[in-house]
């Protein structure tokens, strides 16, 4: 079956110092991986994407993701975290060769950034 | 500023009541999606669209949920009859074809349902 596992609930990270988020997928093929994050009492918004080429992707606000095949793993990452980033972060998996387009989303981690 | 809307933004509603959920896709977009938040099982896809056709609804209860879209501008989520359980962040998201490759989903800002 079709997954995305987010082994953590939440993370706490110091302002200032790098930030992981992890994330693990199971589907077969070639998958396509998402980021998005979620404000409080808002929709979710899309951070950066993973399709080919390259293993480290870039988004928006400073994060990037590292796609790692042989772990099929694609942490969030950010060199150094601000206060602001504190919000839930989901990622997401769309199977490649899917032509359904159905997009899977895990269960989500939420990131508190201390000051 | 292109933005999906959902309505209504909160519901409180009693057992047995239906409820009816609209969203209103970004102009262009052709696929749209239904997602339930709950704290217990995070973000679950009910249903979603292409072309205003199903593709796939295995996610929802058929007992009590349906989804359609009348048209490429509005697309619904009924829940007859609701139960406490139903209670949760329901949220639209569309996209531009091929949202399986751009991976961008665009989401409303859910509407937060509370069934006593």
């Known amino acids: 079956a079709q997954s995305v596992a987010q082994p953590e609930d939440q993370v706490n990270v110091a302002e200032g110092n790098p930030l992981t988020v992890k994330c693990t997928y199971s589907?077969?093929?070639?998958?396509?991986l998402f980021w998005y994050v979620q404000y409080p009492n808002r929709g979710l918004q899309f951070l950066l994407k993973?399709?080919?080429?390259?293993?480290l992707v870039k988004g928006s606000y400073g994060f990037e993701a590292e796609f790692n095949k042989s772990q099929t793993s694609f942490h969030l990452k950010k060199p150094s975290a601000l206060v602001s980033d504190s919000a839930l972060y989901f990622c997401?998996?769309?199977?490649?060769?899917?032509?359904?387009?159905?997009?899977?989303f895990g269960k989500g981690t939420r990131l508190h950034i201390l000051p | 500023d292109a933005r999906v809307t959902q309505t209504p933004r909160h519901k409180v509603t009693e057992m047995g009541q239906e409820v009816t959920m609209r969203c209103q896709p970004i102009?262009?977009?052709?696929?749209v999606f239904w997602y339930r938040q709950t704290m217990m099982q995070g973000l679950e896809l009910l249903a979603y669209?292409?072309?205003?056709?199903?593709?796939?609804d295995s996610g929802m209860p058929k007992d009590r949920f349906s989804a359609e879209m009348p048209d490429a501008t509005l697309a619904t989520l009924k829940i007859q009859p609701s139960e406490p359980r139903d209670s949760a962040v329901y949220f639209c998201?569309?996209?531009?074809?091929?949202?399986?490759?751009?991976?961008?989903?665009?989401f409303g800002e859910g509407s937060r349902l509370t069934v006593l």
């Open positions: 998201a569309s996209g531009p074809p091929p949202t399986g490759h751009t991976g961008e989903l665009f």
């Open positions: 589907v077969s093929g070639n998958p396509y």
């Open positions: 993973y399709i080919t080429g390259d293993n």
């Open positions: 997401a998996v769309s199977p490649s060769g899917n032509r359904d387009d159905k997009i899977i």
């Open positions: 102009l262009g977009h052709n696929t």
């Open positions: 669209f292409r072309n205003r056709a199903p593709l796939d």
